[in-house]
Each structure stands twice: as C-alpha cells, then as structure tokens.
C-alpha cells in the first residue's frame, strides 16, 4: 500500500525560501504521477506541480512557474518541491498525492489535468505560513 509524508513547512518571510519532502513508501506500479497540492484557508485544493515517473516530465499551474520547482529522487523514493520567492498568498496546508499508471502516457496525462479527483494516494499536509 502506497503511503506519503510529507515535511519540511515552517514560517518564512515574504520572497524567502522552503523546500518541502515527501517521503513515499509501497509504490508497486510501473508508472506514477505524483503532485503538490495547495490549499489556502477558506479555499479549494489546487494542483500546483506534478511529475511523471515515465520521463520525468514536470508540469507546473502558472501561478507558481518559474518559482517553484518539483523533482524526485527515485532512489530515495522521495519528492521535493523547492519554493522561492515566497508571497503570502502561498500560505496554507501542502499535500502531496500520487496515482499509479499502467502506461507513461497514462501518468503523463494525469499531471497536464493535475485534479485531485485523479490522485488516489495522498500525504497528511504540511504547513506553510509566507508572512512578515
């Protein structure tokens, strides 16, 4: 069974830095897509990036692109997103979610859409606070 956890939210100032974990255990499946999700207080969870396994191949909302950046250490069966220039309106709860795949183009298509309907596996959420 697939399990995630995430780490590394904290409180950072406005245009600082954070970098955030998470650990994945139980893949089984060829192929996954795996995403960072955002939830704002008061508001939906939002995809905010997403990789495939298949090629590595990122997607990004364009909120965040240039920003923040996703990758995966294949050997450590973990996911990072690096995040800078930091604004307040990144504060909330991070989640990060995964779905297995039969075929890459399968796990390459659930990132383009990057919808929490799609995403079976999900973290608990970390926290992060961007505020003076």
């Known amino acids: 069974q697939v399990q995630l956890v995430e780490s590394g939210g904290g409180l950072v100032q406005p245009g600082g830095s954070l970098n955030l974990s998470c650990a994945a255990s139980?893949?089984?499946?060829?192929?996954?897509?795996i995403a960072w999700f955002h939830q704002a207080p008061g508001k939906e969870r939002e995809g905010v990036a997403c990789?495939?396994?298949?090629?590595?191949?990122?997607k990004y909302k364009d909120r965040v692109k240039g920003r923040f950046s996703v990758s995966r250490d294949n050997a450590k069966n973990t996911v990072y997103l690096q995040m800078k220039s930091l604004k307040p309106d990144d504060t909330g709860f991070y989640y990060c979610?995964?779905?297995?795949?039969?075929?890459?183009?399968?796990?390459?298509?659930?990132?383009?859409?990057?919808?929490?309907?799609?995403?079976?596996?999900w973290g608990q959420g970390t926290q992060v606070t961007v505020s003076s």
């Open positions: 979610a995964a779905v297995g795949a039969d075929y890459p183009q399968t796990a390459k298509a659930t990132c383009v859409m990057m919808s929490t309907w799609s995403f079976k596996f």
């Open positions: 990789i495939s396994t298949s090629d590595g191949s990122t």
């Open positions: 139980g893949f089984t499946q060829d192929y996954y897509s």
